[in-house]
């Protein structure tokens, strides 16, 4: 993937990590979220917090995988098998990253949650119901805000008003102009949205949505 953030890639890999048979390859999930830091990052400093944490969680999951274990981390489904099976779930010590106390499902759970906010928010964009602020701040109150306490509540909220209005975001996705940028961004939606709901019947089905 090339330095400059296309959002095209990102939609990419999201797409790719999804097999025939609807198995997750976490090589190409952590790929699309690799895209999105960089957009991030180029949005500026503010929400340096928010990249940070998010680079943070993709490096365990990259350190889940190249370890010893790490052919249980091919895909979501053998991720949450192994970690199930072998009673990691909630941490403890995990011989595949040397982290204890932090597992591939709970880290991948924060991410989970986070593209939800990401659907709500580009399915906002994408049919202009608003500014990116206020589409942002409205999709964080029906998403991730709930696991949040209330200094990350307040942080998020005023980087949220330093978001560029509609016409230099959507510039700013590097998927043409303004018009390109939005059919992109409608093909975008519903692929988040495959993957969203792959991951959340699994982890449902498993009760691992409340995972500390
Ligand atoms: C196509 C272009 C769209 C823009 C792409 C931007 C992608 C942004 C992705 C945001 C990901 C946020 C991940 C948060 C994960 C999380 O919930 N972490 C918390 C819990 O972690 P822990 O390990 O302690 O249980 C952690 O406390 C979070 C810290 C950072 C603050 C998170 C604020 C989230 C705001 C989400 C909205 C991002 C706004 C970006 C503007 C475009």
Same mark, same amino acid.
């Given at each position: 993937?090339?330095?400059? &953030?296309?959002?095209?890639?990102? @939609?990419?890999?999201?797409?790719? /990590? %999804?097999?025939?048979? !609807?198995? %997750?390859?976490?090589?190409?999930?952590?790929?699309?979220?690799? $895209?999105?830091? !960089?957009?991030?990052? /180029? %949005? =500026?400093?503010? &929400? $340096? &917090? @928010? /990249? !940070?944490?998010?680079?943070? !969680? *993709?490096? @365990? *999951?990259?350190? %889940?995988? =190249? =370890?010893?274990? =790490?052919?249980?981390? *091919?895909?979501?489904?053998?991720?949450v098998q192994y970690e199930l099976q072998s009673g990691l779930v909630e941490g403890g010590d995990n011989p595949a990253s040397g982290t204890r106390g932090v597992s591939g499902c709970r880290t991948l759970l924060r991410l989970h949650r986070a593209l939800r906010w990401l659907q709500l928010f580009l399915g906002g964009v994408s049919r202009d119901e608003g500014t990116p602020p206020t589409l942002c701040s409205l999709a964080y109150s029906q998403s991730l805000s709930q696991h949040h306490p209330w200094v990350i509540r307040s942080a998020a909220g005023l980087a949220f008003r330093m978001l560029p209005p509609r016409d230099p975001f959507l510039r700013m996705l590097n998927a043409g102009e303004p018009p390109q940028a939005v059919e992109v961004l409608g093909g975008a939606v519903p692929v988040l949205g495959e993957v969203y709901t792959i991951t959340e019947e699994l982890y449902s089905k498993h009760d691992l949505l409340h995972l500390p």
């Open positions: 993937m090339s330095e400059q &953030f296309s959002l095209q890639e990102v @939609i990419d890999s999201f797409r790719l /990590s %999804l097999s025939d048979s !609807k198995e %997750l390859s976490l090589d190409h999930y952590v790929e699309g979220w690799r $895209g999105l830091v !960089k957009l991030l990052n /180029s %949005l =500026g400093s503010v &929400f $340096g &917090f @928010i /990249s !940070k944490d998010v680079v943070n !969680k *993709l490096s @365990i *999951l990259v350190s %889940l995988r =190249g =370890g010893p274990e =790490g052919a249980h981390y *091919l895909s979501l489904q053998s991720m």
